[in-house]
């Protein structure tokens, strides 16, 4: 199997090489064999850390890797939750534009020709017909294009008002039907490509389908995981107070581990701008907050994007249950034996304070 349709199992090329290998998806569920596995990790991983890369990915075969994803789409159906899509679907996007940045590098410093796993630009703006509509300007001084012409259609498209002032028609340079991108604008557009495509048909009919009953059946387990991930995205008491003396331990760690280490995993990272965001703290806020860590400005305020469902509602970090589960659970102190969640020990602790000075008024 080519790696490049494992590294984008979302391009058509891919959708044919699974087609093409013959192998039936029922029976790797019912084999348990390791592609199922990892469609599990690939949507736990969307639903905690906005990611669907794997923590462990020299575990998986390319073979894996590939078929993982239809196994994935299966699971994310059959969990049956608006909610699951739009994450899972975000993730597979945002996991998607972080290939394409490398890719693309890769192929500007000459390199494309080393690797069957990397894709070209050309090669994106191809699989999604964008070819005829998205061109280079032509580089200044011999450096690489840095300006873009996407058409005015296309971009209208794929371009969100939401994402900020700065993306709205009013805003841009429009010339002769072509609206004028940067590089990071022109990447931003294909993950919102990447991400519509992925969406396209999910969720779908598996019960009552031809064999779709045993399969579902076979991966009750998986989908009753996989739902309770998704519950600790409950929604939660409106809060609108940062106290950060009084954050809960475990955020008080990540705080002094992301400002002290400069590193955190994707999933510590993704509990504590959920904690962030939960709290009241709007997207600025959030940037704000880390700008003193090496983390991107865009992926935090993407991230942040990415914790807001489409009615604007903000969603709770991880439970103390799942935080414990990923190591992230430390320096318990009294309060934490009467809770069962981070943002239940903010509520008790603001609720407790003498006084309260708000980190935003500081």
Known sequence: MNPLHARYPFFEGAREAV?????ALPTLVAEDAPAVERGRERVERALLSGTTASETPREWS???????YPIARILVSLIDAPA????YAAAEAATAADRFAEDFETDDEGLKSTSQRTVTLDRVLDE???????????????????WFRVAL?????LADGDWGDGWRLVNREVVDGDV???RDELERLLRE???????EGLPFQVRGTAGGDQLADSLEEEIATLR?????????????????????????????????????????TFALTAFLTGIGMDTDEVVRFYRETPLDEETVRYQTEYLRDGSGAQFAAPTCATMQAYGDCVNKDERCETIAHPMSYYEKALDEADEVVDWREA
């Open 128 to 146: 999604f017909d964008f070819d005829d509509e998205i061109h280079a300007e032509p580089p200044e001084r011999g450096n690489e294009p840095h």
């Open 228 to 268: 309770d991930l998704l519950a600790d995205r409950r929604e939660v008491r409106q809060i609108d107070t940062v106290a950060p003396e009084l954050f809960p331990p475990c955020m008080t760690h990540l705080v002094e581990r992301v400002r002290r280490d400069n590193d955190l995993d994707a999933h510590s």
């Open 193 to 199: 490509a990447v991400e519509r495509r992925v969406a």
């Open 180 to 182: 004028r991108v940067t």
């Open 84 to 87: 699951a899509v739009r994450k």
């Open 19 to 23: 087609e093409a290998s013959g192998v």
């Open 153 to 157: 259609g296309s971009y209208l498209t």
């Open 62 to 68: 390319v073979e894996d890797e590939l078929l993982s």
